[in-house]
């Protein structure tokens, strides 16, 4: 028996829409159930602070949970200041088989960042986020410093001060190329806050005459570590000098003069020639010392007189 058209018709088209509606679900369906086989750990990556200038890497691993094998096609990272590097692609993952990204933040400016890495093939998209901190500088003031002249045994100070700037600086250690040369009132190591500043003092006691170079390099977590304070000073030594005049004798060609370390010691002559005038300078003596002088007189014949006395005492300051 044949059915009439009017009811054959109907029944087909419903048949044929059921099945392409079918099909179209389960074609839809797929890659979302792919991207859950392909797992990350972790499955965000946060860098947190870094600095500006400065970098940041973390590990992520990519692995296939699924049965079978999973096509990775393409890495696609978005976002300011991320990179990556890993294998080349394209590449199949068996089941169970991992690799590893290395994934680096790089912020060029201060402020949060955000991005992700898309896996092309599963289509899996891993968030990433992180903060560029303005760049920490330890400031020193003034920029060297010049203690003049010195003399020779005694200290003398100058003050310094070190600030932060863009972000806290904690101070490790310092060091000094020249022993001449200290760093004063820091108790290492110390942190600076940012925008703030601390005062020290550096003492230069110069052991030799002359110009003296020397650094004070501060090694901290700033960026600028170490920075270098350059210093120079003079080690002067003050000359001494005993000036001696007596009243002139008759009938002598010259005088002599006479030293020594007490008044009853053994005196030495210390004039190289004999001296015309009746004023003599010694310029050989030493701070702190006390000296006796006397003279003689010398006549044409090259006869000496004895010595004068009493002996003249001279003490150097």
């Known amino acids: 028996m044949r059915l009439p058209q009017s009811i054959s018709r109907p029944f087909s088209i419903h048949v044929f829409s059921i099945v392409v509606i079918t099909l179209l679900i389960a074609f839809l369906a797929m890659p979302a159930a792919a991207a859950t086989q392909l797992t990350a750990a972790p499955a965000s990556v946060s860098f947190g602070q870094v600095a500006v200038g400065a970098s940041a890497t973390q590990a992520l691993v990519l692995t296939n949970t699924h049965s079978g094998h999973i096509k990775l096609s393409a890495f696609q990272i978005t976002g300011s200041g991320f990179s990556l590097s890993g294998p080349a692609l394209p590449l199949m993952l068996s089941s169970g088989q991992s690799i590893t990204l290395n994934l680096t933040f790089a912020p060029q400016t201060a402020g949060i960042s955000g991005g992700s890495v898309f896996v092309s093939g599963p289509g899996l998209a891993i968030p990433l986020t992180g903060t560029g901190t303005a760049s920490s500088q330890l400031i020193l003031s003034p920029a060297s ?173």
């Open 145 to 317: 410093v010049n203690f003049g002249d010195v003399p020779v045994g005694t200290t003398q100070t100058q003050p310094i001060t070190l600030g932060a700037s863009g972000a806290s600086v904690t101070v490790s250690s310092e060091s000094s190329s020249n022993s001449q040369f200290v760093l004063a009132g820091a108790s290492l190591p110390f942190t600076i806050p940012a925008g703030q500043s601390m005062s020290f003092t550096v003492t230069f006691t110069p052991t030799v005459s002359g110009t003296i170079s020397s650094s004070l390099a501060f090694a901290s977590d700033a960026s600028n570590s170490p920075a270098l304070l350059p210093l120079t000073g003079i080690g002067t030594v003050t000359l001494h000098s005993v000036n001696l005049w007596w009243n002139a004798s008759t009938g002598v060609a010259g005088y002599n003069v006479y030293r020594s370390s007490s008044a009853n010691g053994t005196y030495a002559k210390i004039n190289s020639a004999l001296e015309a005038n009746t004023a003599y300078t010694d310029s050989t003596v030493v701070s702190g010392q006390t000296y006796y002088y006397e003279a003689t007189a010398m006549n044409s014949s090259g006869q000496e007189s004895v010595l004068s006395t009493p002996p003249v005492a001279a003490t150097i300051p």
